[in-house]
């Protein structure tokens, strides 16, 4: 949601992990090590094409750990581009509630809050300048807030 709301205000393009993960694998998607490096692989070069042709991309992804963010910095820097960290939280409660709605929607995610509950005990803090973006709220309260980050 902040990526496509943030996509909006910018006419930036958004690379989506979840997309890729379905265009790459169609059928069947496993979310094995493998096929999760193919997805990483696929972002990071869409990613590099994009900056080359001089567009500018928000990528919406996890990015637990501090290897990839620092991976896409150093990129964003080659490429003399501007690198924003948008951390995105909400409250436990909410992140259930909007996984089991998405389950329902047709939604590229296929994440349920047993995934998230797993992929928080790997996450890594943030300790580098970034911004925040509390969405438990409503649509436009979230709205609201990502205005004030561009």
């Avoid at 909006?8 to 979840?18: A, F, K, M, Q």
């Avoid at 709605?101 to 996450?123: C, N, V």
Wanted: proline share 3%; aromatic share 8%.
């Amino acid at each position: 949601t902040v990526a496509k709301i943030l996509a909006e205000r910018t006419g930036d393009i958004v690379l989506s992990s979840d997309e890729i993960r379905r265009e790459l694998f169609p059928a069947h998607r496993s979310y094995s090590p493998q096929e999760t490096q193919t997805v990483i692989a696929e972002t990071e070069e869409r990613t590099r094409r994009s900056l080359e042709d001089g567009q500018s991309v928000i990528l919406d992804a996890l990015f637990t750990k501090q290897k990839p963010r620092d991976w896409y910095r150093n990129l964003a820097k080659r490429m003399d581009a501007h690198f924003k960290i948008i951390l995105v939280v909400a409250t436990e409660e909410s992140i259930k509630e909007r996984l089991e709605k998405r389950s329902h929607s047709g939604d590229p995610s296929e994440a349920t809050f047993a995934y998230y509950l797993d992929r928080k005990k790997y996450f890594e803090p943030v300790h580098e300048e970034h911004f925040t973006i509390e969405n438990s709220g409503d649509f436009q309260t979230t709205k609201s807030k990502v205005e004030t980050v561009c």
